[in-house]
């Protein structure tokens, strides 16, 4: 039996069995979009290298690292000579240059299933992404950052999602997923908010009580790939 | 069969034109108009549940979100028109890269003044001058490392113009027409180079003079 195994690259080389260096992301699995960018490294069985930023103590508006994020912010990603941030299109990336790899039809298999899921994503980054971060915010970090939360927000904020899930409701009772009958990046995308929202704050209802979104969060989050991020978060805090 | 686009005299559907034209696609377009809350008809929603424009209609394919539809057109069309995407894995990654930049950073303060700028008296709510003053301040922070990206690269996904440059056109030109805010754009050197470039395409011109915005400057 052969095993394949990732072997640096300074190491000797072997025609036979090609070694691959391990991709780099920058940044603390409990963000919410490292944490994505690790959900579609885990489906895809890309190897790589988690290498820590302390936010606490600003490392992330370091010269060295604004050098690789110019915005300041998590994550940063390494793929040999390519340098990318934002984790949408670190996502996207990974799976057009490791298509071959791991789950195959993450980013679809044809270009109409592509297009639905780039819909999607799309909506996850412009109609959910923003309520769900600040209520992830003001929900889940400010109380252990000793932050006062703005329930004015926090009301707004709520109405806004509460709006888009029912778009969502609606969808999901026609369709298993958001883009069609398999799992994929425009599902995945929402795993980081989702989970602390259920999970980390007392508005987990406005997920569970919906009878076609509490059924689709059940499936994704219980997705290998999903789980072992959800441990990668609990071992750094 | 032609593609059909709707709410072509916004800005948000002003980014497929575009792209449409730069890949040499034929289009119609399909009048919406926001101010009468036609985005909100149940006709309406049947194609774009959201309530927003654009929704683009290909036969029975239909499609929405325009970066969404950017990305699809610029692909299919891939062989024909400008290459709006890159020749390799590693230079769409730049390029998604800057689309997402324009996506999250870029777009919600543009958007923002926008709506508070341009809109408000029309849809009957007064100006927050307190958020037009935040959002002038983050957009000017996205501008400075613009200028600094710019300084390095001559369009912002690479050198060559790509999805993540056509991205910025239609807000960016109420910024320095209607909302009378070309200094943010004039202040900054490789910035102001960049949008005389981008701006002074063909494709754009065309854009502009076919589709008024829904007001006067």
Known sequence: MVESVTRRSTDRQDQQFPMATPVKVYGPPMSTAVSRVLACLLEKDVQFQLIPVNMFKGEHKSPDFLKIQPFGQVPAFQDESTSLFESRSICRYLCEKYAEKGNTGLYGTNPLAKASIDQWLEAEGQSFNPPSSVLVFQLAFAPRMKIKQDQAVINENEQKLAKVLEVYEKRLGESRFLAGDEFSLADLSHLPNTHYLVNASDRGELFTFKKNVGRWWGEISSRDSWKKVVEMQKQTT | ?217
């Open chain 2, 1 to 217: 069969m032609v593609v059909k686009v709707y709410g072509p005299a916004y800005a948000t559907p002003k980014r497929v034109l575009v792209c449409l034209i730069e890949k040499e696609v034929e289009f119609e377009t399909v009048p919406v108009d926001l101010l009468k809350g036609e985005h909100k008809d149940p006709e309406y929603l049947k194609l774009q549940p959201f309530g927003t424009v654009p929704v683009t209609q290909d036969g029975d394919y239909i499609l929405y979100e325009s970066r969404a539809i950017l990305r699809y057109y610029a692909e299919k069309y891939k062989s024909q028109g400008t290459d709006l995407l890159g020749k390799t894995v590693e230079e769409r990654g730049l390029v998604e890269n800057w689309l997402e930049v324009e996506a999250q950073s870029y777009h919600p303060p543009i958007y923002t003044l926008t709506v508070q700028i341009l809109f408000s008296s029309k849809l009957g709510f007064p100006r927050d001058e307190n958020l037009i003053k935040e959002s002038e301040e983050k957009l000017a922070k996205v501008l400075d490392i613009y200028e600094e990206r710019l300084s390095k690269s001559k369009y912002l996904g690479g050198d060559f113009f790509s999805l993540a440059d056509l991205s910025h056109l239609p807000f960016t030109q109420y910024l320095v027409d209607q909302m009378g805010k070309e200094y943010m754009i004039r202040s900054r050197k490789h910035v102001s180079a960049w949008w005389d470039d981008i701006s002074s395409r063909p494709s754009w011109q065309k854009v502009l003079q076919l589709y008024a915005a829904p007001f006067k400057n």
